[in-house]
């Protein structure tokens, strides 16, 4: 640009000195030429939208790590989540209670959990947190032993308490009633965990356990698709799970790719990528890190681990889905501003130049309408900073 703007600054130099102008209005139009044309606005229309937009994903949980990145955003049609750890929170949860005829909740939760606390298994824990955070604190277990594979079983507040299998409380002669039955049957089609709780002789509650979705997944789908991205649920865990998981979040049974060994992750992006798709991979364990490296855009969990923040191209400080979504807003939405500022800093120089090289620009105006266009730039960059994140 500044080569062909020189050129053109001595050509009408020349061109008014050939028509007898004289020499100050031949350097007067050359130098107009000059002004109008510094390229303050070119240089300062891709830094400045990008210093404000990477500020601003800053204050938002989203950290974009280089200008190609908003590139990528633009491209992108197809987005793979990983399940646990990102639609999921990742840790087993304490979902349902189911009561036999009679029982109460907070006493099921309290013997139950009471004993589950003394036990070490991520399960057990799950009970114990759930039934803390609804009754309080737990009275301690009497006699408490752990039974590998089935269970648990102690004294609580003078009751024989058995938590674990059905095939525990079966060991003690023990059967579920028939609603119970129902109820864990669908459980477990549904990839849950059911674990029975019995005592002084007596089956009273199924409890329900699983990785529970995120608050936020559901909502978060909903706005990717309305960005145009096509969402596809990608984990190890077995079909059932992951379908229960879809349905949760509303994704298509036939947008899951579930039971998928974790270094094949890196091949269903690349397979993916044969089709034709331009493919973002959302994930957050050492497992997603050749996935979210092959992507054309990964987008790694904050909370997740260091391997996986590396290979991205974006970080979710917050850790959920909707700061993906403000992701790939903000992204869009810097990349737009670059090419607004670009479109109107060429403009500029299009309109103006012709007018300088015929004489119709006095210098003084042309240093104002040049700083002009360059506060221009700065103005409309600074509009990204009533950017807002998604509701």
Same mark, same amino acid.
């Given at each position: 640009?500044?080569?062909?703007?020189?050129?053109?600054?001595?050509?009408?130099?020349?061109?008014?000195?050939?028509?007898?102008?004289?020499?100050? =209005?031949?350097?007067?139009?050359?130098?107009?030429?000059?002004?109008?044309?510094?390229?303050?606005?070119?240089?300062?229309?891709?830094?400045?939208?990008?210093?404000?937009?990477?500020?601003?994903? =800053?204050?938002?949980?989203?950290?974009?790590?280089?200008?190609?990145?908003?590139?990528?955003?633009?491209?992108?049609?197809?987005?793979?989540?990983?399940?646990?750890?990102?639609?999921?929170?990742?840790?087993?949860?304490?979902?349902?209670?189911?009561?036999?005829?009679?029982?109460?909740?907070?006493?099921?939760?309290?013997?139950?959990?009471?004993?589950?606390?003394?036990?070490?298994?991520?399960?057990?824990?799950?009970?114990?947190?759930?039934?803390?955070?609804?009754?309080?604190?737990?009275?301690a277990p009497e006699d408490f032993a752990?039974?590998?594979?089935?269970?648990?079983?102690?004294?609580?507040?003078?009751?024989?308490?058995?938590?674990?299998?059905?095939?525990?409380?079966?060991?003690?002669?023990?059967?579920?009633?028939?609603?119970?039955?129902?109820?864990?049957?669908?459980?477990?089609? =549904?990839?849950?965990?059911?674990?029975?709780?019995?005592?002084?002789?007596?089956?009273?509650?199924?409890?329900?356990?699983?990785?529970?979705?995120?608050?936020?997944?559901?909502?978060?789908?909903?706005?990717?698709? =309305?960005?145009?991205?096509?969402?596809?649920?990608?984990?190890?865990?077995?079909?059932?799970?992951?379908?229960?998981v879809a349905a949760e979040v509303g994704?298509?049974?036939?947008?899951?790719?579930?039971?998928?060994?974790?270094?094949?992750?890196?091949?269903?992006?690349?397979?993916?990528?044969?089709?034709?798709?331009?493919?973002?991979?959302?994930?957050?364990?050492?497992?997603?890190?050749?996935?979210?490296?092959?992507?054309?855009?990964?987008?790694?969990?904050?909370?997740?681990?260091?391997?996986?923040?590396?290979?991205?191209?974006?970080?979710?400080?917050?850790?959920?889905?909707?700061?993906?979504?403000?992701?790939?807003?903000?992204?869009?939405?810097?990349?737009?501003?670059?090419?607004?500022?670009?479109?109107?800093?060429?403009?500029?120089?299009?309109?103006?130049?012709?007018?300088?090289?015929?004489?119709?620009?006095?210098?003084?105006?042309?240093?104002?309408?040049?700083?002009?266009?360059?506060?221009?730039?700065?103005?409309?960059?600074?509009?990204?900073?009533?950017?807002?994140?998604?509701?």
């Amino acid at each position: 640009f500044v080569p062909v703007v020189i050129v053109l600054a001595l050509a009408t130099l020349g061109f008014w000195v050939a028509t007898g102008e004289g020499w100050t =209005a031949a350097f007067t139009a050359a130098v107009s030429v000059l002004i109008i044309a510094c390229p303050c606005a070119l240089g300062l229309a891709t830094p400045t939208a990008l210093m404000v937009g990477t500020g601003r994903g =800053a204050q938002l949980g989203v950290l974009i790590k280089g200008p190609e990145v908003l590139e990528s955003t633009r491209k992108i049609d197809t987005i793979v989540l990983d399940k646990t750890g990102t639609v999921t929170t990742g840790k087993m949860t304490l979902l349902g209670v189911h009561l036999a005829e009679g029982e109460t909740e907070d006493e099921v939760l309290r013997l139950a959990g009471a004993l589950e606390h003394a036990s070490e298994h991520p399960i057990a824990q799950a009970v114990a947190a759930g039934a803390t955070e609804k009754v309080g604190a737990l009275p301690a277990p009497e006699d408490f032993a752990n039974i590998a594979g089935l269970g648990v079983q102690g004294i609580v507040e003078g009751h024989a308490v058995l938590v674990g299998r059905e095939k525990l409380l079966a060991e003690w002669a023990l059967s579920l009633p028939t609603e119970l039955r129902q109820v864990k049957a669908a459980a477990e089609a =549904a990839g849950r965990t059911a674990i029975c709780v019995a005592w002084d002789g007596q089956a009273r509650a199924v409890l329900e356990v699983a990785d529970a979705v995120k608050p936020t997944s559901a909502e978060a789908l909903t706005r990717l698709r =309305a960005l145009g991205l096509t969402p596809i649920l990608l984990t190890g865990d077995n079909k059932a799970v992951a379908e229960a998981v879809a349905a949760e979040v509303g994704i298509a049974p036939s947008d899951v790719i579930a039971e998928v060994m974790p270094e094949d992750k890196v091949d269903v992006v690349k397979r993916l990528q044969a089709e034709g798709r331009s493919v973002a991979m959302v994930g957050d364990g050492v497992n997603d890190a050749a996935a979210l490296a092959q992507a054309d855009l990964g987008l790694a969990m904050g909370t997740g681990t260091d391997a996986a923040i590396e290979a991205g191209d974006l970080t979710l400080v917050r850790g959920d889905l909707l700061a993906a979504v403000d992701a790939i807003r903000l992204a869009r939405k810097t990349l737009g501003t670059i090419k607004s500022n670009l479109f109107w800093a060429f403009g500029y120089n299009v309109a103006a130049l012709p007018l300088a090289a015929a004489g119709l620009l006095n210098p003084m105006i042309a240093g104002a309408a040049m700083a002009f266009s360059s506060v221009f730039v700065v103005g409309n960059s600074l509009r990204l900073r009533r950017f807002r994140r998604a509701n």
